[in-house]
Nanobody
Framework: VQLVEAGGGLVQAGGSLRLSCATS????????TGWYRQAPGNQREWVAT???????NYADSVKGRFTISRDNAKNTVYLQMNSLKLEDTAVYYC???????????WGQGTQVTVSF
């Protein structure tokens, strides 16, 4: 199983980025997928989740600014991040969770840095 994130980078406050997470080696539709992030010195925190049927949940800190989506045909999950703030700076990780077996898979992370 592989989860490969892409799309991170340096962006000015107020700008946008789109992260992607391409998965392989798994039955994508059997997994709930989501994004987490970890800033230096902080615990990893949950950002957003999307189920295979398309329902979504967001952390309050990103609600209204971030949009999670998935393409089941491409086995890929996305995170569109708008109106980025300095406090969004973190390494963003993709997660796939199989609710039946409680198995978790993680990507390697992609750095998002928001500057003045």
């Amino acid at each position: 199983v592989q989860l490969v994130e892409a799309g991170g980078g340096l962006v000015q406050a107020g700008g946008s980025l789109r992260l992607s997470c391409a998965t392989s080696g798994m039955s994508f539709v059997s997994y709930r997928t989501g994004w987490y992030r970890q800033a230096p010195g902080n615990q990893r925190e949950w950002v957003a989740t999307i189920y295979s049927g398309g329902s979504t949940n967001y952390a309050d800190s990103v609600k209204g600014r971030f949009t999670i989506s998935r393409d089941n045909a491409k086995n890929t999950v996305y995170l569109q991040m708008n109106s980025l703030k300095l406090e969004d700076t973190a390494v963003y990780y993709c997660n796939a969770h199989h609710t039946g077996t409680a198995t978790d898979y993680w990507g390697q992370g992609t750095q998002v840095t928001v500057s003045f």
